[in-house]
Nanobody, 124 residues
Framework: QVQLVESGGGLVQAGGSLRLSCAAS????????MDWFRQAPGKEREFVAA????????LYADSVKGRFTISRDNAKNTGYLQMISLKPEDTAVYYC?????????????????WGKGTLVTVSS
């Protein structure tokens, strides 16, 4: 078992930046691939980014590529999502997730653990 707690969400103007954190406890965080998903009200939860166990490889959804950077600090049991050039369409609840699979484009059903989410609101 691993527990995940997101933080760093908030209100930001379009073009601004925000850094989300995902603090993990319980089982060794480095044992998991880490993913970020987001979900707007009434919409499907969508994949945002993923990073492998060592942090050496990453994957991004096309919608965020070039603007978001996923990273992790296994010594601190923490993952991050740095978001720049934010757009109103980035508005969503952002969820950190962990899975035991190899790095790949994640699906919600494949995730083993979820945080409760943190809300990011981007105003125009």
């Amino acid at each position: 078992q691993v527990q995940l707690v997101e933080s760093g969400g908030g209100l930001v103007q379009a073009g601004g930046s925000l850094r989300l954190s995902c603090a993990a406890s319980g089982r060794t965080f480095s044992s998991y691939t880490m993913d970020w998903f987001r979900q707007a009200p009434g919409k499907e939860r969508e994949f945002v980014a993923a990073i492998n166990r060592s942090g050496g490889s990453t994957l991004y959804a096309d919608s965020v590529k070039g603007r978001f950077t996923i990273s992790r600090d296994n010594a601190k049991n923490t993952g991050y999502l740095q978001m720049i050039s934010l757009k109103p369409e980035d508005t969503a609840v952002y969820y950190c997730a962990a899975d035991m699979g190899i790095l790949a484009l994640g699906t919600p059903e494949a995730m083993d653990h979820w945080g409760k989410g943190t809300l990011v609101t981007v105003s125009s």
